[in-house]
């Protein structure tokens, strides 16, 4: 699932982010730097231990005027060599150039360090080519322990025999409180820095979250103030930028708005000429007709005028209806809202249509305390008449019709509904019902819908319908409640 993090959000995880590494790799490289002392520590000891063995024995053959032989030494060091283990903390044990066990500090201490009565050949070779010191690791060993293997020599710089200390490693110095106070520094670090990091990120996006909140102000139907901005930085270009656009798209505005008035007047103007346009044809042909009967058959003209007179009559009506229409939805008033009572009005609009031919209506009320809504009552009459008429218009001539009005109370409004078992409306009728020129009937103005809806959105309420081919269709009326004066 993908996040939609705020900018603001974004920074202040960055920021931590970047903390977070900083602290990993600042603490990784404080502990390698402390392992590095203590290794330093630890090969410096060892010298410094090595180079006191060796001089104190050097002392003790110096002191004793002892001849460089084996025998000889091993008895100079037989009583010696305890007392140098003891004095400089280590095992020692002595071996001859041919890398031959000779004595140790402690023998026991020998095979519990797993010493052998041999050399290692690989030191040996180390130390016969050349190397001061040899050393086999601890993993050759126990544990953290190193053998290290050097030459005893002479004054002249002749090899005596070969010393073996074994080496303990010390532990880095109080390894675990350094990593518990360098743990809690971190944290403490940490915490102020996030603070200071939020308090950063706010300021850095509070200036873009006011240009927003702005630009959520802006509305192509009145005029729109610019930002200012005093500094040249990155969000002043933006701005600037902003600026530019909001005159460029209020210029697009106006100019899309009169270009919608006037295609709106081209529309208008060719559906009226349109619908005056079709009872025009039958009228002249039936003055045509008249003249012709008035030069062949004088003796039925009265008839011939009677008939004229009443389809003179009829279309002129239809004429009248047509301008009737057409005013109405052009001189659309601002409602008058007032208190109505919703199922009263309904109940007069559905006793006028009562009389219709092959047309039940039905009229139910459902949960309804308080009828009242705030609308305009002509306007709110209009709408009822022109949604039952459409109803009664949607069913052919050879059904038995059924008109269902009901009206409901909800927790947001009343709810009327007009349900009919006409032809319905297909799926590719859908998006143009409203749509002011349009009509399904060859007699109609496209007008009845279009005013239904300018009503209710201008009164505060909502219209919407359900419907599918040959099911008939429902139109829906919300209207806004209001508190009965009784």
């Given at each position: 699932m993908k996040l939609n993090l705020t900018l603001r959000t974004r920074i202040y995880?960055?920021?931590?982010?970047m903390i977070l590494v900083s602290f990993v790799v600042t603490g990784l490289l404080s502990l390698y730097d402390h392992l590095e002392h203590n290794a330093e520590y630890n090969f410096m000891r060892l010298q410094r231990k090595e180079e006191a063995i060796e001089k104190?024995?050097?002392?003790?053959?110096?002191?004793?005027?002892?001849?460089?032989?084996?025998?000889?030494?091993?008895?100079?060091?037989s009583d010696q060599i305890c007392e140098l283990s003891d004095v400089h903390d280590l095992f020692i044990a002595l071996y001859d150039l041919r890398g031959r066990y000779i004595m140790s500090s402690d023998f026991l201490k020998k095979d519990s360090l797993g010493i052998t009565d041999q050399i290692n050949y690989t030191a040996l070779k180390q130390l016969?080519?050349?190397?001061?010191?040899?050393?086999?690791?601890?993993s050759f060993t126990h544990d953290n322990k190193s053998l290290v293997y050097w030459y005893l020599k002479d004054a002249t710089g002749k090899p005596l025999l070969i010393t073996n200390v074994v080496y303990e490693q010390t532990a880095p110095a109080h390894l675990s409180d350094f990593l518990a106070e360098l743990g809690l520094i971190y944290m403490a670090l940490f915490i102020m820095a996030a603070l200071v990091a939020y308090?950063?990120?706010?300021?850095?996006?509070?200036?873009?979250?006011?240009?927003?909140?702005?630009m959520q102000q802006v509305d192509l139907g009145r005029k729109n103030e610019q930002l200012n901005w005093r500094s040249d930085d990155e969000i002043g270009v933006l701005v600037k930028q902003y600026n530019r656009m909001l005159a460029e798209l209020e210029k697009s505005a106006e100019q899309l708005a009169q270009?919608?008035?006037?295609?709106?007047?081209?529309?208008?103007?060719?559906?009226?000429?349109?619908?005056?346009?079709?009872?025009?044809?039958?009228?002249?042909?039936?003055?045509?007709?008249?003249?012709?009967?008035?030069?062949?058959?004088?003796?039925?003209?009265?008839?011939?005028?009677?008939?004229?007179?009443?389809?003179?009559?009829e279309q002129i009506d239809a004429l009248s209806r047509i301008?009737?229409?057409?005013?109405?939805?052009?001189?659309?008033?601002?409602?008058?809202?007032?208190?109505?009572d919703l199922v009263q009005l309904t109940k007069g609009a559905v006793a006028l249509h009562e009389g219709s031919k092959n047309v039940t209506i039905k009229l139910?009320?459902?949960?309804?305390?308080?009828?009242?809504?705030?609308?305009?009552?002509?306007?709110?009459?209009?709408?009822?008449?022109?949604?039952?008429?459409?109803?009664?218009?949607?069913?052919?001539?050879?059904?038995?019709?059924?008109?269902?009005?009901?009206?409901?109370?909800?927790?947001?409004?009343?709810?009327?509904?007009?349900n009919d078992n006409g032809v319905g409306i297909t799926e590719e009728q859908h998006s143009k019902i409203f749509v002011p020129n349009f009509t399904t009937k060859s007699t109609g103005t496209g007008l009845g819908l279009a005013m239904v809806k300018n009503i209710m959105t201008q009164s505060g309420g909502k219209v919407w319908f359900w419907s599918k081919a040959d099911k008939g269709a429902s139109f829906y009326l919300k209207f806004i409640k209001g508190n009965s004066q009784n």
């Open positions: 995880l960055s920021m931590l982010a104190s024995m050097r002392y003790i053959i110096n002191k004793n005027n002892t001849p460089a032989n084996s025998d000889s030494l091993y008895t100079l060091f016969s080519t050349g190397t001061k010191r040899s050393v086999v690791d601890s308090f950063l990120s706010r300021y850095i996006t509070r200036s873009l979250e006011a240009i927003g909140k702005r270009t919608e008035r006037e295609s709106a007047w081209r529309e208008m103007a060719q559906q009226v000429a349109h619908e005056i346009k079709n009872p025009l044809t039958p009228m002249k042909l039936r003055v045509q007709h008249l003249q012709r009967s008035w030069s062949d058959n004088p003796h039925e003209f009265g008839n011939k005028l009677e008939l004229f007179e009443r389809s003179m009559t301008a009737s229409e057409f005013s109405s939805f052009a001189k659309m008033p601002k409602p008058q809202l007032e208190l109505l139910r009320v459902y949960g309804i305390e308080n009828p009242y809504v705030l609308a305009d009552k002509d306007q709110t009459i209009r709408s009822l008449n022109n949604l039952i008429t459409n109803a009664t218009q949607a069913i052919p001539n050879d059904k038995q019709g059924l008109i269902d009005v009901a009206i409901r109370g909800t927790n947001y409004g009343i709810l009327l509904r007009v």
